[in-house]
């Protein structure tokens, strides 16, 4: 499985790297923002998606949708610190699969992606 981590913040992509199980993910890619991930997105078949919301450039909700146009099946995991409920409706209406709030425990994402996974 590839993954790809979207996150305008190095601290939280370095982050969400260490808490990923090496031996689970093929490849991990990340990137900074929106349109540099939608650009890798193109190039190469993600399996999953980690995305924050609030990035330069390309905002993680118009990313999310321009994923799930170009492949539906993606699976996508929203990692915001926006904590409204409005945000999480909204991700999952473009086409997420799950919400993790930051900031996140191990095991909180763990169970993210766990059940992100499960439908695969």
Same mark, same amino acid.
């Given at each position: 499985?590839?993954?790809?981590?979207v996150d @305008?913040? !190095?601290?939280?992509?370095?982050?969400?790297?260490?808490?990923?199980?090496? @031996?689970?993910?093929?490849?991990?890619?990340?990137?900074q923002n929106?349109?540099?991930?939608?650009? !890798?997105?193109?190039?190469?078949?993600?399996?999953?998606? +980690? =995305?924050?919301?609030? =990035? $330069?450039?390309?905002?993680?909700? +118009?990313?999310?949708?321009?994923?799930?146009?170009?492949? $539906?099946s993606i699976?996508?995991?929203?990692? +915001?610190?926006? %904590? @409204?409920?409005?945000? %999480?409706?909204?991700?999952?209406?473009?086409?997420?699969?799950?919400?993790?709030?930051? $900031?996140?425990?191990?095991? %909180?994402?763990?169970? %993210?992606?766990? @059940?992100? !996974?499960?439908?695969?």
């Amino acid at each position: 499985m590839k993954l790809l981590i979207v996150d @305008d913040s !190095l601290v939280i992509r370095r982050s969400i790297e260490r808490m990923i199980k090496p @031996d689970f993910f093929k490849s991990i890619h990340s990137a900074q923002n929106g349109a540099i991930a939608l650009k !890798l997105f193109k190039s190469s078949p993600f399996d999953i998606v +980690t =995305m924050d919301i609030t =990035m $330069p450039e390309m905002d993680g909700l +118009t990313c999310i949708e321009s994923m799930i146009r170009l492949r $539906p099946s993606i699976r996508i995991l929203v990692i +915001t610190a926006l %904590a @409204d409920k409005g945000t %999480a409706v909204e991700a999952v209406k473009r086409g997420a699969q799950g919400f993790l709030l930051k $900031p996140f425990t191990n095991d %909180a994402m763990s169970e %993210a992606l766990n @059940d992100l !996974l499960e439908d695969v």
